[in-house]
């Protein structure tokens, strides 16, 4: 693959797509909230679905200084880094799907598809910005090591939701609190529940972008 200096079409493409479907659940949340005088979906999904965001820009900061300096820059680590720290909040909005609850007068099947909408943008956000970094760390290590560091990362990005959404933790928290955070993690963080939420997630991970790959296969053979 060929990396450009700048946003290709095709990734503007992709960014002003989801951001279309991000301002159409944002259309669809407020009619919920005036509906049902319920305004928690409200102070939640927005801002989860932001940091489902962030590793996009990471992923097209990353790309950009590696087409710069063509090395292993500090400054394209710390962005790596901060990447592989912010992905997990981009599959996280799957677990959002527990907040799921009837809150007349809304029909039920409003808000499961409200909460589908905000996890599959979230997903796809997520997804987007695994194959960017994919791309880029093919084009620096080769497809089989590229390959090995993507299926190393996916059990600990699905470890990183179990943390998120059972345990409470943040990304930043490795800046904030990192003692506090590595402590709970390796006390609280390895049970059956964690085990089973990071097979279950890595699983889910893999095959969507499996999938995800084929389809850019089809349209790569097509064009």
Known sequence: ME???????????????????????????????????????????????????????LALQAERIALRYRLLKPGLLLTMVAWALFFPNAPYLITDIKHLHHVPPVPLWFDA???????????????????????????????????????????????????????????????????????????RGTGLKALAMTIEFSLLLGLSYLVLLSLIHLRTKED
């Open 3 to 57: 990396l450009s200096w700048t946003i290709s079409l095709s990734r503007f493409r992709v960014l002003l797509l989801l951001a279309g479907l991000s301002a159409a659940l944002g259309s669809l949340l407020l009619l919920r909230c005036y509906l049902a005088h319920d305004w928690w979906y409200a102070l939640m999904l927005p801002w989860n679905l932001v940091l489902a965001f962030v590793p996009l820009p």
């Open 113 to 187: 598809t409200l909460l589908f909408g905000f996890a599959l943008t979230g997903l796809l956000a997520g997804l987007v910005s695994l194959y960017w970094m994919h791309s880029l760390a093919r084009e620096f290590w080769g497809n089989r090591r590229a390959n090995a560091a993507l299926l190393a990362y996916l059990p600990l990005a699905s470890w990183g939701i179990f943390l998120g959404r059972e345990l409470r933790w943040n990304s930043w928290d490795v800046l904030v609190r990192p003692h506090f955070l590595v402590w709970d993690a390796l006390t």
